[in-house]
């Protein structure tokens, strides 16, 4: 049986198709990913799966329950860590786990040795006494996983649980879910880091509601049409002004202080990427091939779909 599984499932708000026709499983045991820009759809669709919100059409199943309407029976399986996870900042550490024990209706007393272990798990347990209010952010987040993991879920749903957290604290909690994996747990994380995305078994990606790739991070690279050429110019900013003139249909982005190019012919590329500097007055660039990252393969990948819809239009 698959942990998650979704049919055709979407969600309109009013013109807006949040989700559109979402079809995909994610196996128990299993650390999937939805990556995608700001809108794709990632929080709504996690929404749907924890039985928060209804579908306006199509199915989404966790642990072969139908939710929202057969929700109550796996409600003790999921697990679910939303962007504004609701931490209470003047009750403790402690005080807020025994909170979402109590929500959880789990008894205080059997619930005792769980609290100890997440504590311990999250590393929280010589803070357990302070004030929400008064943890650093990476804290705060191992806080509401540990909040979330209370009950001992067999599916997690996690949306940006690393949102705005430094990378040392990201690396803490990505520890934590290690473990959780090794225990069995099925993770279903929504991520902006693409590094993060990497770490996972598959990724799914998502543009505008749907769901342009998923599978494993090494087989959506190979989904780079053509290759990726690497240019390094004394003036980025200006290199991808003359360069996304000259490729109107290829695709130009900023990689840190580096342009990357997607090119179906990545050698006759290289020969225009150079004449449209040079006639833009700049000296030649460094040009090499290198291994398309998943930022590539996103940005390539939505540029194709934006193409695609431009000549539909
Ligand atoms: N309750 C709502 N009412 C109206 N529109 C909504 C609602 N929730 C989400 N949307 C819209 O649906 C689309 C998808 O939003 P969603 O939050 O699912 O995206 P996301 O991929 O999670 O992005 P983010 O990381 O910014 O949350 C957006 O256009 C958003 O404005």
Redesign the pocket.
């Known amino acids: 049986m698959d942990a998650i599984r979704t049919e055709k499932l979407s969600k309109c ?2 013109e ?1 198709r ?2 559109d026709e979402l079809t995909l499983s994610v196996a128990e045991g299993e650390l999937f990913a939805l990556i ?10 996690l929404r749907m799966l924890t039985g928060i919100m209804d579908p306006t059409s199509g199915a989404a199943y966790v642990l072969g329950s139908r939710m929202p309407e057969q929700g109550p029976k796996v409600a003790e399986s999921i697990g679910y860590m939303s ?1 504004r996870f609701g931490l209470y900042p003047d009750l403790t550490v402690l005080e807020n786990i025994r909170f979402y024990a109590e929500i959880h209706m789990l008894p205080r007393k059997a619930v005792a040795p769980r609290i100890e272990e997440l504590l311990a798990f999250a590393k929280l347990a010589p803070f357990k006494d302070r004030p929400a209010g008064k943890l650093s952010g990476g804290m705060k987040q191992k806080l509401g996983l540990a909040c979330a993991l209370i009950h001992t879920p067999r599916v997690l749903f996690l ?2 649980p690393t949102n705005g957290v430094d990378p040392v604290s990201r690396r803490d909690f990505w520890r934590i879910l290690y473990q959780l994996l090794a225990q069995g747990v099925t993770i279903c994380v ?1 991520t ?1 880091y693409l590094d993060e995305a990497e770490r996972c078994h598959r990724v799914g990606l ?1 543009h505008k ?1 749907k769901l342009l790739a998923c599978d494993a991070p090494q087989a959506l690279k190979g989904l780079v049409k053509g290759g990726v050429l690497e240019l390094e110019t004394a003036d980025p900013r200006h290199a991808v002004r003359l360069l996304s003139a000259a490729f109107p249909t290829g695709s130009v982005a900023l990689f840190g202080e580096r342009v990357h190019l997607y090119a179906a012919d990545p050698e006759q590329a290289a020969g225009v990427a150079v004449h449209a500097l040079e006639q833009g007055g700049m000296s030649p660039p460094t040009i090499r091939p290198v291994e398309p990252s998943l930022e590539d393969v996103v940005v390539s990948m939505i540029r194709e779909q934006e193409q695609g819809e431009g000549s539909r239009l």
């Open positions: 708000f009013g807006v949040a989700v995608g820009s700001d809108g794709a759809g990632k929080s709504t669709t962007q949306d940006e929504t902006a998502m509601g």
